[in-house]
């Protein structure tokens, strides 16, 4: 360096070692500023705080500037310093900072900083709150999807003419909270997902919370999946919520559950859960229509799980207990009186397995079976559905059960259903599915005279299919994009030769196209 700033350090040099204070000590180099040459005399004034004790070492840099000459301190004097703090033996850090002052150097000290602490026991993505033993994970995804002619996913069946909006778009940003503590009884677990769906077509923006439990010692209580629903757990294969499956995913259930491990990697679980979202509806029939007359809650449905978790996939078995009680005989009148009491119930089995010296492969599957209790086996709601195209009507009835309004027994619904798919990684960036589901209600020949309104030959069982196959491309990390193609058929539920006139089985294709983005970790 030239000689003014040679001169400039000396003097730093012999201010800082020749003081002689080890433990606090206070240099004031103006002097040595002002003799180091007119291009450093633009600094009006520049002090240098250095603190030390047994702790540590820190250094604050405070000066105060006349001129824009700040890279000549920093090019000048840093050197100096650093210099000097070697030859005293001292390890400082050195802040500098244009404009701010302290009134006390002596009365400052720099505190230690916090830092965020990853977790790594709880997985990837975890960091711990300071202050605290819990580690949290926040993740969430921007999704997305376009819909058309979506039956089952956002859109129900129904008229189709030119006044249908055969296309429609939902954006949907949502955000996910996960907090984990370590205790004496296991991992303490709190879990919440929530998010705003922005419908397209008009129908506005609507708040969603589909997730909100907690986990401890073996407990799950809050809103989860169904413990029931095996391919709610599973790596599933459609973007779909197919109606063919009754299915508990898309909006979560209210449980409160408990599972042991039984070992072997096997576990059982019992779990109370929220009958509302399973009910389809108790019907009444006056003059051969139907009105939902559904006894209120009494108490909730009782799932029992078995499952077998190993690493090359999963199986289950489960069964449900389900009210299928009506209210009264006339709905809405209590005085009519009500018919007796009667329990729904319905069984299940499945799981997936992964595909041998293929990574990414999987086959899934789900058999259910069901009388009195029809949301174990399709996802359609109360009501059923009608699909009404081209002049022909095709209705789909679905209900848990049959009364007549002028007494008699409680007529039980049966039904079953199976889906299965299988999915194929034809390199990690690009995976392809094919899927299907096939589901039969079957209503007995005296709740189908009532549904007809005594009309002999009028059966209002029905079935219907849905196959489909689904595309996903990952062109980089966090950003999927997917293609869903769905067709299904429905079989009218009033067969030849006593169907009416413009009455007729019925097929639809849809589809849904998905882009979004994860915020890892999601």
Known sequence: ADAPMGAARESARKAICDSGLHQRWVCVIDAALRKAGPHVRAFHRVQFVFLHDATGAALLMRHK??????????????????????????????????G??????AAERIKPVAYVKVCSLQGAGFYNIPGTDTCLKVGGYMRVDTFFNAPATFTQLGTYNRATNYIIT?????????????????????????????????????????????????????????????LGYSPFVSYHALWTLGDTGGAGINVLAYTARLGGDVSATLSLED???????????IAGVATNGVKGVAFPDVVGLVSLDKSWGKLAIAGALHDAS??????????????????????????????????????NFQIAWGRGAMGYVTDIGAGGTTLLRGGITTQAFVSDAVYAAGGGSIELTRGWSANAGYEHAWNPALKSSLFGGYAALDYSAAASLMLCNGANGCDASFSFYQLGTRTLWMPVANLTIGLDLVYS??????????????????????????????????
Not at 275 to 285: F, Q
Not at 338 to 357: C, E, R, S, V
Request: glycine content about 10%.
């Open 65 to 98: 500037l006349k001129s824009t000459f700040s890279n000549v301190f920093h090019r000048v004097f840093a050197p100096v310093l650093i210099t000097g703090m070697k030859s005293a033996g001292a390890a400082l850090a050195i802040f500098c900072c244009a």
């Open 170 to 230: 939902r954006p949907r940003p949502v955000i996910t909270l996960d907090a984990r503590s370590q205790t004496a009884y296991g991992t303490l677990r709190s879990y919440a997902r929530f998010g705003v769906n922005i419908n397209g077509s008009g129908l506005g923006a609507v708040p969603f919370m589909d997730r909100a439990f907690i986990e401890f010692a073996g407990f799950t209580l809050g809103q989860t999946v169904s413990f029931y629903d095996i």
């Open 275 to 285: 009958p509302l979202m399973r009910r389809r509806g108790i019907y009444s029939t």
């Open 100 to 105: 701010f002052f302290a009134q006390s150097a």
């Open 326 to 363: 009506a209210a009264h005989y006339i709905p809405g009148t209590p005085a009519s009186g009500a018919p007796q009491d009667a329990l729904g119930y319905a069984a299940t089995f499945g799981g997936y397995i992964k595909i041998p010296d293929h990574p990414g492969d999987l086959v």
């Open 489 to 522: 058929h429905f079989n009218d539920s009033t067969p030849a030769p006593a169907r009416q006139a413009g009455r007729g089985d019925a097929a639809i294709w849809s589809g849904m196209l998905r882009v979004q983005r994860d915020f890892w970790p999601f």
